[in-house]
Nanobody, 122 residues
Framework: QVQLVESGGGLVQAGGSLRLSCAASGSIFSINAMGWYRQAPGKQRELVASITSVRTVYADSVKGRFTISRDNALNTVYLQMNSLKPEDTAVYYC?????????????????WGQGTQVTVSS
């Protein structure tokens, strides 16, 4: 099994910064992609940023303000969020497209973290 554990959320004033972390653990064979999604009250979950070995993708609303990065040795993905705005307030979820290996079998699934609250006050 694979687990994703997020940390780093909190309350910050507009214009401030936060860094989210997401560590993957378990029977990991390879990590194909990792990303961050967010869900604000009454809205659908949306992609914020994703990263593979060859590309990164950002939502238009966060380009130039957020940076996604990855430490392969630690199986950890980060989201550095600068110039935060009240509209960035949401629960942020880590996602990983991960291949696990157990009992002689490979299995590729999408995994989700439990979510971490980010609140930006005006």
């Amino acid at each position: 099994q694979v687990q994703l554990v997020e940390s780093g959320g909190g309350l910050v004033q507009a214009g401030g910064s936060l860094r989210l972390s997401c560590a993957a653990s378990g029977s990991i064979f390879s990590i194909n992609a990792m990303g961050w999604y967010r869900q604000a009250p009454g809205k659908q979950r949306e992609l914020v940023a994703s990263i593979t070995s060859v590309r990164t993708v950002y939502a238009d609303s966060v380009k130039g303000r957020f940076t996604i990065s990855r430490d392969n040795a630690l199986n950890t993905v980060y989201l550095q969020m600068n110039s935060l705005k009240p509209e960035d307030t949401a629960v942020y979820y880590c996602n990983g497209r991960i291949t696990s290996y157990s009992g002689g079998h490979y299995d590729t699934q999408n995994y989700w973290g439990q979510g971490t609250q980010v609140t930006v006050s005006s």
